[in-house]
């Protein structure tokens, strides 16, 4: 009788130590420091049409919109947004027709004397190259000035006579009409309305944003970027540190502005060797398994961070401090301009400027498959055990106490016997 207590306590103890539940821990996978976003609701005021319209303005502590997220992808937000809903689409044939009556020499524009100063152009010169901005423009913009960067006057040099043409001189199947504008659409937005304008801020419930796309690079100097790790189709342990590593080409990085005020509030610009000055970032999010082919939803991701500091040998990293759950992903990266958005290169086709790969998070340390089965084999001889209490306590025996290859031969042989 004493022989069978003591085996069922070892079988336990046993039993215990090799099902240690893993530790679940909610991936709070953030965009630099901050814990998580915060949206809040702030009123832009469009002085151009003399209203104010509450927005919903997601804002963050750092590069970019960030938020707390769990394995399962769900998102989390703070705040509401009141205001006139929008549609977004493109604006009527009469819309477009009104902004192409405007004078193109003489347009004044109150909706760029309503942004800030800072969102305004970014060089003091017309001749600039398309540099950083060394010296900021802080007052509004006169119709009198005669600096071309300060003025409410749109300069003939600068008017692109080809917006002009709607693109149908030349048919092809299913294509369509472009708008038109013989101003550059310098009061574009004045056809969307009750649609807030953009005004450095990440306005969650749509804008209108009047900043230029800004300069654009040569095809020698188009963007591109690979992931080093996680490999494509390569795993790494659930819930488990790691860093994600990503060699850039023909991208200035580390160049980011404040987001929550400067958010596409100035054109793309190039450095001295015509790259995009601007920066990166990844974004990991939980497919169903790497045949999955629904569409994620961009408001759910595992895990973002802006990468905000330089390449060195060109490469970035991003560390995932957390990890992440157990499941099936794909990262992406989100090669950006200094005011982030996405970058503009001069051809319609040409090879992605991103780059994504698919990989698996496995279980950790705490649960291996492989430990588990000696234990399995044990519970499905558990009748047999009980009747025979000193072959289970001779399976039970640590390898230390005896030869370890005999230990593996004399269980093996047992098992067959009570087979």
């Not at 991936?27 to 832009?44: L, R, Y």
């Not at 990266?333 to 958005?341: C, F, L, P, W």
């Not at 072959?391 to 047992?414: C, E, Q, S």
Request: charged share 10%; net charge neutral.
């Amino acid at each position: 009788m004493f022989s069978k207590i003591l085996c069922l306590v070892l079988l336990g103890i046993s039993m215990s130590s090799t099902l240690a539940a893993p530790t679940v821990r909610a991936n709070d996978a953030t965009c630099d420091a901050s814990a998580s976003a915060v949206v809040t609701t702030k009123t832009v005021t469009v002085t151009a049409s003399s209203v104010a319209t509450n927005v919903a303005v997601a804002t963050t502590g750092d590069d970019s919109s960030s938020k707390s997220k769990s394995g399962s992808g769900s998102s989390s937000k703070s705040g509401s947004s009141s205001g006139s809903s929008n549609s977004g689409s493109s604006a009527s044939a009469a819309a477009a027709s009104s902004a192409a009556d405007s004078s193109a020499t003489a347009a004044a524009s109150s909706n760029n004397a309503a942004s800030s100063g800072n969102n305004a152009a970014t060089s003091s010169s017309s001749s600039s190259t398309g540099s950083l901005s060394t010296t900021d423009i802080t007052t509004n913009a006169t119709a009198d000035s005669t600096d071309p960067q300060s003025s409410l006057t749109l300069d003939p040099r600068v008017i692109a006579t080809g917006f002009l043409n709607n693109g149908q001189d030349v048919q092809e199947a299913g294509q369509v009409a472009s708008l038109t504008s013989n101003n550059n659409f310098i009061n574009y937005c004045l056809t969307q309305t009750g649609m807030p304008i953009t005004n450095g801020l990440q306005i969650t419930t749509g804008s209108c944003n009047p900043a230029p796309i800004g300069t654009i690079p040569s095809v020698d100097n188009m963007p591109s970027s690979k992931f080093a790790f996680p490999t494509n189709m390569g795993n790494v342990t659930g819930n488990t540190p790691f860093t994600v590593q990503l060699n850039m080409n023909n991208l200035d990085t580390g160049n980011f502005v404040n987001a929550n005020e400067n958010y596409f509030a100035a054109p793309q610009q190039l450095n001295s060797n015509g790259q995009i000055i601007g920066h990166t970032h990844v974004v990991i999010e939980a497919i169903n398994g790497l045949s999955d082919t629904t569409p994620t939803d961009p408001q759910k991701f595992a895990f973002f961070k802006g990468i905000n500091t330089a390449a060195v040998n060109g490469q970035v990293t991003a560390d995932v401090t957390s990890g992440v759950p157990v499941g099936t992903y794909r990262i992406c990266t989100i090669n950006s301009s200094s005011n982030h958005q996405p970058t503009i290169v001069p051809i319609a086709q040409h090879g992605s400027l991103d780059d994504c790969v698919y990989f698996t998070a496995s279980g950790g340390p705490a649960t291996p498959l492989h430990r588990l089965q000696p234990l399995l084999q044990l519970l499905q001889q558990l009748p047999l055990l009980l009747m025979r209490p000193r072959l289970a306590l001779l399976l039970l025996l640590p390898p230390r106490h005896l030869n370890r290859a005999r230990t593996r031969r004399t269980r093996r042989w047992i098992l067959s016997v009570l087979r």
